[in-house]
């Protein structure tokens, strides 16, 4: 039995704090339609610093500077009770309350035990991730809205942290994360702008936005059994899947990535030996960053939530008929149709009639569905807090999810590693081998 043993669990604070100038953020729609998911939880491998390296105050230091920078993150989610149409709002008061900063110990765990062979996740990985089974309206409570963990191994260090998806999404987060690292490098702040906050860009909605008291009833938790396998693509690997998924699709015009491949592959393989009935649903939902797709477009370094979940759903039979090709060019086309004006469309829709989704609720689709998370083309690897870059990137604990494909880029230039956590419904051992044997050396 592997032991965690938690050290101090605090709170960090910014290090100036202005309350006087202190901001309130109105949450959009799309923030709003995320109250019930849980935290994403990331977390890298870094290896142990000199022994003389004194880094749990230099992380905490650097951190508090950080969120000097970055003040929303040290905030608090706010509820309002509107008694005259029996609703409620929320916002974020920007208040400096701080983050949790969790200093663990497993001092028996090595590299290689977090490392296992094939890609298995050892299964005390959740101990060292913040904030299982958080929500984000658990953030009312009791949860702040950013939590992180530092979990001092034999050989190594685990940095992990877990966000409130409402706050912000995976290019704000890792941008904060790289100026953490940074300053916690070279202790300098002289190079970092001011945050840009994303603007209420859509006049038409009057904020606060008011929500039926009875969308934001809590359900029960349902615990839902997963396994967990992260699966290593290769550059080569990459290059010929997106080749055979273009050569599929003929077509001058319509062209897919190689991300688009991969996440296809992925689909296709997990639903094939799912043993699902060829007359049931099943979706695949991709994340687009909307920062350039609006109009007038965001400032690519806005800070928050800008980012919209594309779905392309079909039916298991339709899925396995048409291949490679066809699938990945039902994810591409899905990615395309996300537009200004379908952005825009969904706010409008959404407030009009308010339904907020209750994730894990147990839904036949939802358990038949995955959802592709984070993004090879975050820089993970480039982050060093003065004792070297990380060795190896991991995903907490995925909840109320069907699937969740949790994409990193890999060590190697060009590579992709998926984290991989699946219900009991998609799981298969067979999956698991034949996606091994196929990707061994390729």
């Known amino acids: 039995m592997v032991e965690v043993n938690v050290i101090s669990s605090s709170i960090v604070r910014p290090e100036n704090i202005n309350k006087s100038g202190r901001a309130k953020i109105h949450l959009t729609p799309h923030d709003l339609d995320l109250l019930y998911l849980f935290y994403p939880q990331r977390g890298l491998l870094f290896p142990k610093p000199e022994s003389e390296t004194h880094i749990i105050s230099r992380l905490m230091d650097s951190l508090s500077t950080a969120l000097e920078i970055y003040f929303p993150f040290a905030g608090r989610l706010v509820k309002v009770n509107n008694q005259e149409d029996d609703t409620v709002s929320f916002y974020i008061d920007c208040d400096g309350s701080g983050a949790k900063f969790v200093h663990a110990k497993a001092e028996t765990v090595s590299v290689n ?5 094939h890609g298995s996740a050892p299964d005390f990985i959740a101990h060292f991730f913040p904030t299982n089974n958080v929500v984000s309206c658990d953030a009312l409570v009791s949860e702040p809205l950013l939590a992180l963990q530092v979990t001092e191994m034999k050989d190594g260090v685990f940095i992990s942290f877990g966000y409130n998806h409402m706050m912000a999404d995976g290019i704000s987060f890792w941008r904060f994360f790289h100026t953490w690292s940074k300053i916690c490098l070279d202790g300098s702040v002289s190079n970092f702008q001011p945050l840009v906050l994303k603007d209420r860009f859509l006049e038409i909605i009057d904020y606060p936005i008011h929500i039926p008291v009875s969308e934001v009833e809590m359900l029960p938790s349902c615990e839902i059994l997963t396994k967990e396998r992260v699966f290593h693509f290769s550059k080569k690997k990459i290059s010929d899947l997106k080749a055979k998924a273009n050569d599929e699709i003929a077509s001058i015009e319509l062209k897919v990535s190689s991300l688009q491949a991969v996440v296809a592959y992925l689909w296709l393989s997990i639903i094939r030996h799912s043993g699902l009935n060829r007359e049931e649903e099943t979706q695949c939902k991709v994340a687009a960053d909307m920062r350039q797709r609006l109009n007038p477009p965001l400032e690519k370094e806005c800070f928050g939530n800008v980012t919209d979940l594309t779905t392309a759903t079909t039916t298991v039979g339709e899925l396995l008929d048409h291949g490679l ?114 990707l061994i050396g390729k």
Do not use: C
């Open 113 to 117: 035990d977090f490392l296992q062979p």
């Open 325 to 438: 090709g066809w699938t990945a060019l039902q994810i591409s086309k899905t990615v395309r149709s996300q537009t200004n004006q379908s952005y825009k469309s969904f706010e409008e829709n959404w407030v009009r009639n308010v339904k907020i989704p209750k994730t894990g609720s147990g839904s036949r689709i939802a358990d038949n569905s995955l959802i592709v998370a984070s993004s090879p083309r975050f820089e993970v690897y480039d982050h060093d807090f003065g004792w070297g870059k990380p060795i190896a990137a991991r995903a907490g604990p995925a909840n109320g999810i069907g699937g969740l494909l949790v994409m990193f880029r890999g060590v190697e230039e060009g590579s992709i590693d998926v984290h991989a956590t699946l219900n009991t419904s998609l799981w298969s051992d067979v999956l698991v081998n034949v996606l091994g044997n196929d």
